[in-house]
């Protein structure tokens, strides 16, 4: 029998990972129990063809939303978030935020508690899904999105409330701006350190797997101080700490005729209306895109719906010390117990997880085995649906499929 341990976070930043690690689970609320039921055996069965028996992972469930209050009292409990430090990788299900108890949202505060800086969406089109598109095969791009800050910070006040009142008469009187007084109003940080930390691991993750470019997503032809500044920042962090392999745009028209050398990674930004039409329509130009916290939210939700939805969108938030896979969609209660809803964005994030700690093998099997599976037409309702022919399955069923095509 493997003996358990932890994952460690070496000084370099490496990962020291044991045959069997470790790892925390959050179920997650509505939809949780089903998708969790059906990602973790689709997991188990991957690691087990992958390294026949040689590596397994040991699964150690923590709390938080629904479950997490009736257990201790606590919609976060702060065991939760110091077991998720200790072990370093961690997966979680959708959580339901509660309406006026204390979180504006649950996902967001782990992201900040745990300083999980970098939301990385990778959305790539996979052959047989439904789309909106006429060429979905050419979107395959990975958004980092700042995670920490914004206007996700939480820094508002709502019409009348004596703070928003403050802070207007503030406005007024030392700033001299004009601000409708039945007004409610909030602040929008954006730092350097956390738009060049983002920025690095974008332009890192580019160089890892040879990606041509990234691509500054940013409203700094309006907001000039805080997405301007994004941009500048961003520009600046590529010279700094990757000068020798990358190049921006606008050099690589003066000094190489618009070829780009071999080995480097191509610098630009686009204005964020503006990406979204470079999305729908030339989204072949586009590999890595990083993007201050709210645009990321828009354009990695608008690049999913192009390839097909949310239902097969997988997503990680990744800092220093730590990460959290997870499903991006919410917890659709309406289903929840029916052993109905499309597991593949908490599977796909599960893939994810194993590249995270080295395992890629066993992540490639889980990629392929959903891309068969759809190509069979075996598929749960939401893509039943849209498919002729196609074989509906439950949750639990689209599940053993996969484990059958691994």
Same mark, same amino acid.
């Given at each position: 029998?493997?003996?358990?341990?932890?994952?460690?976070?070496?000084?370099?930043?490496?990962?020291?990972?044991?045959?069997?690690?470790?790892?925390?689970?959050?179920?997650?609320?509505?939809?949780?129990?089903?998708?969790?039921?059906?990602?973790?055996?689709?997991?188990?069965?991957?690691?087990?063809?992958?390294?026949?028996?040689?590596?397994?992972?040991?699964?150690?469930?923590?709390?938080?939303?629904?479950?997490?209050?009736?257990?201790?009292?606590?919609?976060?409990?702060?065991?939760?978030?110091?077991?998720?430090?200790?072990?370093?990788?961690?997966?979680?299900?959708?959580?339901?935020?509660?309406?006026?108890?204390?979180?504006?949202?649950?996902?967001?505060?782990?992201?900040?508690?745990? #300083?999980?800086?970098?939301?990385?969406?990778?959305?790539?089109?996979?052959?047989?899904?439904?789309?909106?598109?006429?060429?979905?095969?050419?979107?395959?791009?990975?958004?980092?999105?700042?995670?920490?800050?914004?206007?996700?910070?939480?820094?508002?006040?709502?019409?009348?409330?004596?703070?928003?009142?403050?802070?207007?008469?503030?406005?007024?009187?030392?700033?001299?701006?004009?601000?409708?007084? #039945?007004?409610?109003?909030?602040?929008?940080?954006?730092?350097?350190?956390?738009?060049?930390?983002?920025?690095?691991?974008?332009?890192?993750?580019?160089?890892?797997?040879?990606?041509?470019?990234?691509?500054?997503?940013?409203?700094?032809?309006?907001?000039?101080?805080?997405?301007?500044?994004?941009?500048?920042?961003?520009?600046?962090?590529?010279?700094?700490?990757?000068?020798?392999?990358?190049?921006?745009?606008?050099?690589?028209?003066?000094?190489?005729?618009?070829?780009?050398?071999?080995?480097?990674?191509?610098?630009?930004?686009?204005?964020?209306?503006?990406?979204? %039409?470079?999305?729908?329509?030339?989204?072949?130009?586009?590999?890595?895109?990083?993007?201050?916290?709210?645009?990321?939210?828009?354009?990695?939700?608008?690049?999913?719906?192009?390839?097909?939805?949310?239902?097969?969108?997988?997503?990680?938030?990744?800092?220093?010390?730590?990460?959290?896979?997870?499903?991006?969609?919410?917890?659709?209660?309406?289903?929840?117990?029916?052993?109905?809803?499309?597991?593949?964005?908490?599977?796909?994030?599960?893939?994810?997880?194993?590249?995270?700690?080295?395992? %890629?093998?066993?992540?490639?099997?889980?990629?392929?085995?959903? %891309?068969?599976?759809?190509?069979?037409?075996?598929?749960?309702?939401?893509?039943?649906? %849209?498919?002729?022919?196609?074989?509906?399955?439950?949750?639990?069923?689209?599940?053993?499929?996969?484990?059958?095509?691994?």
């Amino acid at each position: 029998m493997m003996q358990e341990s932890k994952i460690i976070v070496e000084n370099s930043g490496a990962l020291n990972v044991p045959d069997c690690p470790v790892i925390p689970f959050i179920e997650g609320d509505g939809i949780g129990p089903d998708i969790w039921a059906a990602t973790v055996r689709v997991l188990d069965a991957s690691i087990e063809q992958a390294y026949t028996g040689t590596k397994k992972i040991s699964w150690l469930e923590v709390f938080a939303g629904e479950k997490g209050f009736e257990k201790s009292g606590s919609w976060l409990p702060d065991e939760t978030l110091n077991k998720i430090r200790e072990h370093v990788a961690a997966i979680k299900g959708p959580l339901t935020t509660p309406v006026g108890k204390g979180f504006r949202s649950l996902n967001v505060t782990i992201r900040q508690k745990l #300083d999980l800086y970098a939301c990385v969406r990778p959305i790539r089109y996979i052959e047989g899904v439904p789309s909106p598109m006429k060429h979905p095969e050419k979107i395959n791009m990975v958004v980092f999105r700042e995670n920490t800050e914004d206007v996700y910070a939480g820094i508002e006040w709502a019409k009348g409330t004596r703070e928003a009142e403050r802070l207007i008469a503030f406005l007024e009187s030392e700033m001299k701006i004009a601000i409708s007084q #039945d007004s409610g109003i909030g602040i929008k940080p954006i730092s350097e350190t956390a738009s060049k930390r983002l920025v690095a691991s974008a332009i890192r993750h580019a160089i890892d797997h040879g990606l041509g470019s990234v691509t500054l997503m940013h409203k700094g032809n309006i907001m000039k101080f805080t997405e301007g500044a994004f941009k500048e920042w961003g520009y600046e962090t590529a010279e700094e700490l990757f000068g020798d392999q990358t190049v921006t745009e606008a050099a690589l028209w003066v000094k190489y005729d618009g070829v780009c050398p071999e080995g480097k990674v191509v610098i630009k930004d686009r204005i964020a209306d503006m990406m979204f %039409q470079q999305v729908l329509l030339r989204p072949e130009e586009y590999q890595v895109i990083a993007t201050p916290n709210l645009n990321g939210d828009y354009i990695s939700d608008a690049l999913a719906a192009q390839a097909g939805g949310l239902g097969l969108a997988p997503g990680a938030n990744i800092g220093d010390r730590c990460a959290v896979f997870e499903a991006t969609h919410g917890t659709a209660p309406k289903y929840a117990g029916q052993d109905k809803v499309n597991p593949g964005s908490l599977i796909l994030s599960g893939a994810m997880m194993l590249d995270f700690i080295g395992w %890629q093998k066993a992540a490639e099997k889980i990629r392929k085995a959903v %891309q068969k599976t759809i190509c069979d037409r075996v598929v749960t309702y939401d893509l039943a649906r %849209q498919l002729e022919g196609a074989r509906k399955v439950k949750c639990s069923e689209f599940a053993t499929a996969l484990i059958e095509r691994l």
